[in-house]
């Protein structure tokens, strides 16, 4: 592996400017930097999650892995034409996805984001996928991203909303359905 962090601080941001994983230095706001900010982010969220006592082993499992793949990803954004992310990583999160949706009842409404502590912060988490999927794609536009970064980012935050589901259903036995008002 590469250089380890010996001193953490460096000055060299100062002006405004970061070094990516080649080398080169661009702007903190550039749309890479936001893009792999925002993965970092997704991770963090993430961390909280898996912090919150009682987790099921199978999810703590599911989201142990997205985490090191989330870092693998924030790499391969850090460093221009560098590729981690494969079609396979996508694949398990869909067989992730089916294992958990299918011990669930068909959702039939739309829920609030809640449910429970854990169930709460995995809405934070998918939400906060939502908008690293969102970096991505501006991203995207400017310059190359592999294909399989924003499928993947998609596909988190689906699996994500169907853990928050989970979740819920561990936590109070059910989620919180959405109550339209009408005619207030």
């Known amino acids: 592996m590469g250089n380890r962090l010996s001193k953490i601080y ?3 941001g100062d002006d405004g400017t970061t070094g990516l994983g080649d080398g080169s230095r661009v702007s903190k706001d550039s749309p890479r930097v936001e893009a792999y ?3 970092d982010e997704l991770n963090s969220a993430i961390g909280v999650l898996l912090a919150i006592p009682a987790i099921p082993e199978d999810v703590s499992r599911c ?3 997205v985490q090191h793949e989330l870092f693998d990803m924030g790499g391969e954004l850090c460093i221009p034409g560098h590729t981690a ?3 396979a990583q996508v694949t398990r999160l869909e067989e992730e996805l089916d294992g958990f949706n299918e011990k669930l009842p068909a959702l039939k409404e739309f829920i609030l ?3 429970g502590p854990a169930a709460a912060a995995c809405h934070l988490a998918r939400t906060v ?3 690293a999927e969102r970096r991505v794609w501006t991203l995207a536009k400017a310059e190359a991203v ?6 993947y980012l998609n596909r988190l935050s689906d699996l994500l909303f169907v853990i928050a589901r989970v979740l819920a259903r561990h936590e109070r036995g059910t989620e919180v359905l959405w109550r339209h008002e ?3």
């Open 10 to 12: 460096t000055r060299t």
């Open 37 to 39: 900010g925002t993965i």
């Open 63 to 65: 989201l142990t892995a």
């Open 85 to 87: 992310i494969r079609p």
């Open 113 to 115: 984001p809640g449910g």
């Open 129 to 131: 996928a939502r908008r």
């Open 146 to 151: 592999s294909a399989e970064v924003p499928k």
């Open 182 to 184: 009408r005619g207030k």
